[in-house]
């Protein structure tokens, strides 16, 4: 799968605005679109942060989407959205345990690694990182995507509740510090927010990309 990111920061006060046209015009629009494979919103309401993810079955299916979806962004987004940041990925490994749940948590890590080490990173979170994942009580789901050419990724980490979520900081800080060391990567962001949609259909529970 490939995924394409839409992250806004902007005045808290007038989130609720772009979370309402985000799961109503926006989730139309993407499921209009041929390879949608779902979509997930993740808020920081404290600081006047969104993230929202979009899924696709194919790398062709996500960059047709967004000639359709680039045009609509910018008005969904307003009042709320100061700032506007687009990036793409590819899905490298995708595993659930159990369905995200609506007021859980997600915590995202930014990573950055030398492009050479793209397989050495994907292998070891899923060797090494799921498997400590699934250890941590309330975890949902995770997913790491990459960007092979310019080593940028992400890991994002689902949880039913934001009390799990909490509670796991000290566990994924263990495991993060072994991971980073052996796969050779820098993280250079970390961020947690509430679910506020997240759904993923049409996938294996996992889905490794060499």
């Known amino acids: ?24 015009e926006g989730r139309s629009l993407l499921e209009e679109r041929p390879e949608y494979r779902g979509a997930g919103v993740f808020v920081d309401r404290d600081l006047g ?10 790398e062709e299916a996500r960059r047709n989407s967004d000639q359709v979806m680039r045009e609509r962004r910018g008005p969904m987004l307003e009042p709320f959205a100061g700032t506007v940041a687009v990036e793409n990925y590819e899905v490298a490994v995708f595993h659930t345990v159990q369905l995200p749940r609506v007021g859980g948590g997600v915590r995202m890590t930014r990573v950055e690694f030398d492009p ?53 900081r000290g566990g994924q800080a263990a495991a993060r510090r072994q991971d980073v ?3 050779r990567v820098t993280v250079v962001a970390l961020e947690e927010f509430e679910v506020v949609h997240a759904d993923v259909h049409t996938v294996q529970a996992d889905v490794h990309a060499g």
């Open 116 to 168: 050479a080490d793209t397989d050495l990173f994907i292998e070891t979170f899923r060797s090494s990182g799921v498997p400590r994942l699934e250890t941590l009580p309330g975890f949902a789901r995770c997913a790491l995507c990459v960007d092979r050419q310019r080593g940028r990724g992400t890991v994002g980490v689902l949880f039913v509740d934001r009390a799990s979520m909490a509670a796991s």
């Open 1 to 24: 799968m490939f995924v394409r990111t839409v992250y806004a920061t902007g005045d808290p006060a007038q989130i609720e605005s772009a979370i309402r046209a985000l799961n109503s």
């Open 181 to 183: 060391a052996k796969a």
């Open 49 to 58: 942060k969104l993230l929202a993810v979009s899924w696709w079955g194919s």
